[in-house]
Antibody, heavy 117, light 106 residues
Framework: EVQLVESGGGLVQPGGSLRLSCAASGFTFSSYWMNWVRQAPGKGLEWVANIKQDGSEKYYVDSVKGRFTISRDNSKNSLYLQMNSLRAEDTAVYYC??????????WGQGTLVTVSS | SYELTQPPSVSVSPGQTARIPCSGDALPKTYAYWYQQKSGQAPVLVIYEDNQRPSGIPERFSGSSSGTLATLTISGAQVEDEADYYCYLAGTSDFAFGGGTKLTVL
C-alpha cells in the first residue's frame, strides 16, 4: 500500500524555523517528482515547492523563495521542507504529494503548521 | 507564475450537469488537471491531461480544454460529488492551483 506520512508540524513563533518530513512507502520513491502543497485554514490549495527525482531541479512558489528549502533522501525514502523566517501567512496544513497530475500520484494526510506568537 | 481563475461556487440539483470552468493564459500551452477535495480529506485526481480519467473515477466526470478555458463536467451530478474542485497546471518551472470551486449538489 502506498503511504506518504508527514511529520514535523506544530506551533512556531513568527521568524522561527521548522523542518517538515515526509516518509514514503509502498512505491519507488526515487522515480517520482515530489511536491509540497499547503492549504491555509478555510482556503484553497497552494503549490509550494517540488523536486526532481535525483534532486537536481527544485522549484518554489515566489512567496517562499529564499525562506524554504526542499530536499530529499532517496536512500531513506524521505522528503523534507526546511522552513525559515516563518510568517503568519505560512500557517497551513502542509501536504506531501508525489507526481502531481499523474494518475499514479499520491498525497499524504498533511501536517499542520501554525505561526503565531 | 501561472494565474488560474475559478468561480467560488457552483450549485446544481442531483442528476443535473455541473460545469466548472478554469481560465488562464497558460492553458493553451499546457495540460489541465482537476482535483476533488472533500471536507477533511486529501485531494483526489479526477481528470489528467485535459480529458483523461484515472481508473476508479466514475464516467460522469469528464474534462475539456480549448484556448484559455478548461472545463470539468460532471454529467448527472450525485450528492456524493459535493466537494471543492481545483484545476492545476504544471509547466516546466511554473506550477499552480486555481482558487477552487465549491460544488453544491442539492
Amino acid at each position: 500500500e502506498v503511504q506518504l506520512v508527514e511529520s514535523g508540524g506544530g506551533l512556531v513563533q513568527p521568524g522561527g524555523s521548522l523542518r517538515l518530513s515526509c516518509a514514503a512507502s509502498g512505491f519507488t520513491f526515487s522515480s517520482y517528482w515530489m511536491n509540497w502543497v499547503r492549504q491555509a485554514p478555510g482556503k484553497g490549495l497552494e503549490w509550494v515547492a517540488n523536486i526532481k527525482q535525483d534532486g537536481s531541479e527544485k522549484y518554489y512558489v515566489d512567496s517562499v523563495k529564499g525562506r524554504f528549502t526542499i530536499s530529499r533522501d532517496n536512500s531513506k525514502n524521505s522528503l523534507y521542507l526546511q522552513m525559515n523566517s516563518l510568517r503568519a501567512e505560512d500557517t497551513a496544513v502542509y501536504y506531501c504529494a508525489s507526481a502531481l497530475g499523474a494518475p499514479t500520484g499520491n498525497w499524504g494526510q498533511g501536517t499542520l503548521v501554525t505561526v503565531s506568537s | 507564475s501561472y494565474e488560474l481563475t475559478q468561480p467560488p461556487s457552483v450549485s446544481v440539483s442531483p442528476g443535473q450537469t455541473a460545469r466548472i470552468p478554469c481560465s488562464g493564459d497558460a492553458l493553451p500551452k499546457t495540460y489541465a488537471y482537476w482535483y476533488q477535495q472533500k471536507s477533511g480529506q486529501a485531494p483526489v485526481l479526477v481528470i489528467y491531461e485535459d480529458n483523461q480519467r484515472p481508473s476508479g473515477i466514475p464516467e460522469r466526470f469528464s474534462g475539456s480544454s480549448s484556448g484559455t478555458l478548461a472545463t470539468l463536467t460532471i454529467s448527472g451530478a450525485q450528492v456524493e460529488d459535493e466537494a471543492d474542485y481545483y484545476c492545476y497546471l504544471a509547466g516546466t518551472s511554473d506550477f499552480a492551483f486555481g482558487g477552487g470551486t465549491k460544488l453544491t449538489v442539492l
